[in-house]
């Protein structure tokens, strides 16, 4: 069955380092979304991709880098953690399906970083 | 950009009862309203989603219906079960058929803790 995987599921870093979060998908979706999830805040979106080689800024961009080179994975960079970037981070793709729905996004389990 | 406010933040029901969650969107432009279930430690998924050309749509016991005029949509869950309790995140954004080069995006309430009591 397709699906969308995250690794690793859980990290702990300290304050300066760079750190990055892999995401990889098998549904062959085009559209790729890293979210952070915070207590009162909901998912907010860090970066997206429409396609290899596409990537946009999103709400909460500032010390996140993503890349696309293949249409599978859309690794998460921090370039340099911050205490500020301790939050859980999903993962999501979405696509046209054999079912015609190309507006649902599947999320990732998830990553609980965490920067001390 | 879009804003979507979500209420209430926690919401506690007896087994049986229903439960409505209500949001409001600030971009009338939005054609495309999920709701997300969110289960502990895992990741969103969604349960009911509904287009802006559509004023309600129902899935069980689950219906979602949506003012456009308004700028808001609700959740409503009947018959509630004690594994309905989860946190529920309704969303904003717009479909590819809306055009422009910003679609997909997802702009989520701030989530609602719903807990049945059996």
């Known amino acids: 069955d397709a699906e969308i995987t995250q690794s690793p599921r859980h990290k702990i870093t300290e304050t300066g380092r760079q750190v990055t979060l892999a995401c990889h998908q098998t549904?062959?979706?085009?559209?790729m979304f890293w979210y952070r999830q915070d207590l009162g805040h909901g998912l907010r979106l860090i970066h997206y991709s429409y396609g290899v080689q596409d990537t946009n800024k999103g709400e909460v961009s500032d010390g996140y880098s993503v890349s696309r080179s293949n249409t599978e994975d859309l690794p998460l960079t921090l370039e340099s953690a911050a205490s500020s970037q301790t939050s859980v981070y999903f993962c999501?793709?979405?696509?046209?399906?054999?079912?015609?729905?190309?507006?649902?996004?599947?999320f990732g389990p998830g990553t609980r970083l965490t920067v001390l | 950009g879009e804003n979507v406010e979500q209420h209430p933040s926690t919401l506690s029901v007896q087994e049986g009862d229903s439960a409505v969650i209500k949001c409001t969107y600030s971009d009338s432009a939005s054609n495309y309203f999920p709701w997300y279930k969110q289960e502990l430690g895992k990741g969103p998924q969604l349960i009911i989603d509904?287009?802006?050309?559509?004023g309600e749509k129902k899935d069980q016991r689950i219906a979602v219906t949506l003012n456009k005029t308004a700028k808001h949509f609700s959740l409503h869950i009947t018959e509630t079960q004690p594994e309905d309790s989860a946190v529920y995140f309704c969303?904003?954004?717009?479909?590819?058929?809306?055009?422009?080069?910003?679609?997909?995006?997802?702009?989520f309430g701030q989530g609602t803790i719903l807990t049945v009591h059996p």
């Open positions: 999501a793709s979405s696509g046209p399906t054999t079912s015609g729905r190309s507006n649902e996004q599947f």
């Open positions: 549904w062959n979706h085009n559209n």
């Open positions: 509904i287009r802006s050309n559509v």
């Open positions: 969303a904003a954004s717009l479909t590819p058929e809306a055009g422009g080069t910003s679609y997909g995006k997802l702009t």
